[in-house]
């Protein structure tokens, strides 16, 4: 028995800069990902010292997604979620006119989508930006990026207007702490001053956007997109309570004023203690109370833990966490955590009262290709079928869940390592790290474990 709605959006979520390639074809400018051929964790080069990447090429979605997106149909999606490359609209950002053959693009890739009966979901952007606006304006640090990205989304908006009726904003806009090139393109070695000045601004064009959105669309939905991540205390010592209460206050800040439309009193006293002091214009603190988000869509990979004893910490990939004794961790260290999502769904939900949208979810794997030809990822099975049982629980618990798009149906370029190695798909693209391969497409045995999934409306799991 399925409790699962029966207009609940199933599919996969892709990002342009990890499927696309063609990062410099018919007019596209270089963007922040362009600049970062080791991922989000390692340093940016300059444009005179940029290096050929894997992300260059990608997996050629460019060229290939009338097959990709056939396979997706395949396996029953009637939703993808993938993001627009600022720069192939906006090559420098800061151009009065858009790239037509940008927005010629992605009219293909709607219009091939509208012929699967796949609904598109997309990112306006997901970690990247054109770099120029690093170079020219200091990204987000400087205000005059609120316009460029307005001058963007209503373009884009207008565009595909006819075609596009659910829009998120900025990808796991929270990491923009963590990650700040990718978030905010502000360089490593950025200030919290600097970097939450930078925040501001781009909450505000959030704001913006939301507004824009339903000006222009009216019929459509926009969401934000946090990194959903749920910190447990590590024992139950008040002062680990209070630490893990911080650890989610400090990732859900984001998603509180994008969703209460202002910034909450938690935050206020956090700038207050170290010295922060953001400059705002008249009329920003109206732009973020006039524009709550429609619905909160986050990823969720991992949960986490917090001890008031730093030595409990350990480093880790993107995040240093504390350990978990009781939970399993992936070949990358991320605590895999399927409760955790039920968790973390009660608790936005009982937060926002908002509709919420699992966006990303998936397990990063090496896979080994057989001999026949067959990959046998039980691991990725087992992963993904615990994580929807706990999603099933949650909608049991009350929790409004609008839809799941797993993070990379296929294999796309790894975030945070920029390798092929790291795995999500249900379709095995033949790339690999050192670029090799022929980009040959195959259904791994997931792929039918999630066309029996989505064809019994989750009664399968
Ligand atoms: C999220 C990003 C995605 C994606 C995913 C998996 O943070 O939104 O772009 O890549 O993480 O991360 P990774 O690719 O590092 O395994």
């Not at 207008?158 to 905010?184: C, Q, R």
């Not at 824009?212 to 590590?234: E, F, K, Q, S």
């Not at 869940?401 to 797993?406: D, E, K, N, W």
Request: proline share 5%; charged share 25%; hydrophobic share 40%.
């Amino acid at each position: 028995m399925t409790h699962f709605p029966d207009n609940f959006l199933w599919g996969g979520a892709i990002a342009a800069n990890q499927v696309e390639g063609a990062f410099d074809r018919d007019g596209k400018g270089l963007s922040t990902s362009d600049m970062l051929p080791n991922g989000i964790l390692s340093p940016h080069q300059s444009r005179e010292e940029r290096t050929p990447g894997i992300k260059d090429l990608a997996i050629d979605f460019y060229n290939r997604y009338p097959e990709d997106i056939a396979l997706f149909k395949e396996m029953g999606f009637n939703c993808l979620r993938l993001s627009i490359a600022w720069s192939r609209i906006f090559p420098n950002g800061d151009d009065e006119a858009p790239n037509e053959a940008g927005l010629a693009y992605y009219h293909k890739i709607f219009d091939e989508l509208a012929c699967h009966d796949i609904t598109p979901f997309v990112t306006l952007s997901h970690y990247e930006m054109p770099y120029a606006l690093t170079e020219r304006y200091n990204g987000w640090g400087d205000r005059h990026l609120i316009g460029f990205f307005e001058r963007y989304a209503r373009t884009v908006f207008e565009a595909y207007k006819d075609k596009v009726k659910l829009w998120l904003t900025f990808n796991e806009i929270n990491m923009s702490l963590h990650a700040p090139f990718t978030g905010v393109g502000l360089p490593e070695g950025a200030s919290e001053q600097q970097i939450y000045q930078a925040i501001h601004h781009q909450l505000v064009a959030s704001a913006r956007a939301v507004r824009l959105c339903h000006d222009i669309v009216p019929n459509a939905r926009i969401g934000n997109m946090l990194l959903g991540a749920i910190t447990y205390p590590y024992n139950c010592n008040p002062d680990d309570v209070i630490a893990a209460m911080n650890e989610n206050n400090k990732w859900l800040f984001f998603g509180d004023v994008q969703t209460r439309g202002k910034y909450p009193g938690y935050m206020l006293r956090y700038f207050r203690d170290q010295g922060i002091d953001i400059a705002m214009e008249d009329g920003d603190l109206d732009e973020l109370a006039q524009a709550s988000v429609d619905f909160i869509s986050f990823s969720y990979y991992a949960s986490g833990c917090a001890s008031a004893d730093p030595k409990q910490k350990e480093v880790g990939n993107i995040v240093d966490s504390v350990p978990n004794p009781y939970l399993e961790k992936s070949e990358w260290g991320w605590l895999i955590d399927p409760k955790g999502l039920r968790i973390l769904l009660n608790f936005l939900y009982d937060r926002y009262q908002k509709p919420l949208f699992i966006v990303e979810n998936g397990l990063g794997a090496r896979d080994d290709v057989l001999h026949t030809g067959e990959i046998n990822d039980d691991y990725r099975i087992a992963y993904l079928n615990d994580h929807l049982v706990q999603a099933r629980e949650a909608i049991l618990d009350g929790v409004d869940l609008m839809g799941f798009t797993s993070w990379g149906p296929i294999d796309l370029v790894s975030n945070s390592t920029a390798q092929m190695s790291k795995r999500y798909g249900f379709i095995y693209v033949d790339r690999h790290d050192d670029g090799s391969g022929t980009l040959e497409r195959s259904r791994k045995k997931s792929f039918e474990w999630y066309k029996k999934v989505i064809a019994s409306n989750g009664a399968a799991l």
